[in-house]
């Protein structure tokens, strides 16, 4: 069974410019989280859908934001990027989503680098 | 406020020794607890998780102990091996939403 993919996996942008994250989930996986990882705030949470609807939402501003797809396939985007938003950006597939008893599967990640 | 911390940023360990990597948490509501283990220019990879209902959890040389009155939990890696220099991340889990700590490098040397 494929793992759960992302791409890019490098990117490179400019303060302003506005981005797109793709996650493809593991097939049969419903659930899709995203998480900002940097070395100063470890992971962060910043989204969860599933079946196409936002489930739950981390403490990050409008920028971020991200939809779900029929096939469970996710996108982020953030817009008017900043350059604090040079980050690693993990995206994670389950079953049924974060609950207690299901574990997440995650991607390599998407390095972004905002100049 | 973080609610999940990990307050040792590294930790340094002899091959053969055990690994005590420790994560602090403030939630009364988490009623699971997980740790994942990340190498470089990888996703974190989950290693072993623990109900609240529980206060220790095994499997092979990984051990997550449960305080739950000092909101304390601990992974223990006996014997530490050179394949397990990676950075640790502690989770706890409360209404669908996992909160991760900061992070552990753990580094063992041969």
């Known amino acids: 069974k494929a793992g759960v993919t992302q791409t890019p996996r490098y990117l490179i942008k400019t303060r302003g410019q506005q981005v797109t994250l793709s996650c493809s989930p593991i097939?049969?996986?419903?659930?899709v989280s995203w998480y900002q990882q940097t070395p100063g705030q470890g992971l962060q949470f910043l989204f969860e859908y599933f079946s196409e609807t936002q489930r739950n939402k981390g403490n990050f501003p409008g920028r971020f934001s991200g939809r779900q797809f029929s096939n469970s396939r996710s996108e982020m985007n953030v817009s008017t990027l900043e350059l604090g938003d040079s980050a690693l950006y993990l995206c994670?597939?389950?079953?049924?989503?974060?609950?207690?008893?299901?574990?997440?599967?995650f991607g390599p990640g998407t390095r972004l680098t905002v100049l | 406020d973080q609610q999940v911390k990990q307050n040792s940023p590294s930790l340094s360990v002899q091959e053969g020794r055990i690994s005590i990597l420790n994560c602090d948490y403030t939630n009364s509501m988490f009623d699971y607890f997980l740790w994942y283990k990340k190498y470089p220019a990888e996703g974190p990879t989950f290693l072993i998780s623990i109900s609240s209902i529980k206060d220790k959890n095994e499997d092979g040389r990984f051990t997550v102990f449960l305080n739950k009155s000092a909101k304390h939990l601990s992974l223990h890696i006996v014997p530490s091996q050179p394949g397990d220099s990676a950075v640790y991340f502690c989770?706890?889990?409360?209404?669908?939403?996992?909160?991760f700590g900061k992070g552990t490098l753990l580094t063992v040397n041969p």
């Open positions: 097939s049969g996986h419903r659930s």
């Open positions: 989770a706890a889990s409360a209404n669908w939403e996992l909160t």
């Open positions: 994670a597939s389950s079953l049924e989503g974060q609950s207690s008893y299901n574990e997440q599967f």
